[in-house]
């Protein structure tokens, strides 16, 4: 290929497929039970206390029936919580449970020495040079 739009393209794709398999594996390391779907919302729950509805919704670019449907399934899997916002009773709050910050932990560790593994020949530099490339076609993304 002589086009790097189409080459890129391309890599995005591949990279899209193998990285929804390792979302897959994940999830189900998490919990066997547990629809990959799901994941987004546990990763983003790691990185907040609590969110609203509307602020996960924003977070995770999805429907909010969608929202409703994927917390309803890690709740009955006892990986999420939900909470009435203490300065307004009509908003609930979504949280991991102690459990669930177990396994995303967990998880996490082992993901964490899988990218140390495979990236242990490269350059920091490089690392750094492609994080920051993503953050750029990220933000660019509109």
Do not use: F
Request: include cysteine.
């Amino acid at each position: 290929m002589d086009d790097p739009i189409a080459e890129l393209e391309a890599e995005l794709a591949d990279i899209w497929r193998r990285g929804r398999a390792r979302m897959r594996n994940r999830a189900h390391a998490i919990d066997p039970k547990l629809d990959p779907a799901c994941y987004p919302l546990l990763i983003v729950l790691t990185t907040h206390d609590k969110l609203s509805m509307s602020e996960m919704v924003a977070k995770l670019d999805i429907e909010k029936s969608t929202l409703t449907r994927q917390i309803d399934a890690v709740v009955r899997l006892g990986l999420v919580e939900r909470q009435i916002a203490p300065d307004d009773g009509r908003v609930r709050l979504v949280t991991l449970t102690d459990h669930g910050h177990e396994r995303m932990a967990t998880v996490a560790t082992s993901a964490l020495a899988e990218w140390r593994d495979r990236l242990t020949r490269w350059d920091p530099d490089e690392i750094r040079t492609l994080t920051r490339l993503l953050q750029k076609l990220a933000a660019d993304e509109v």
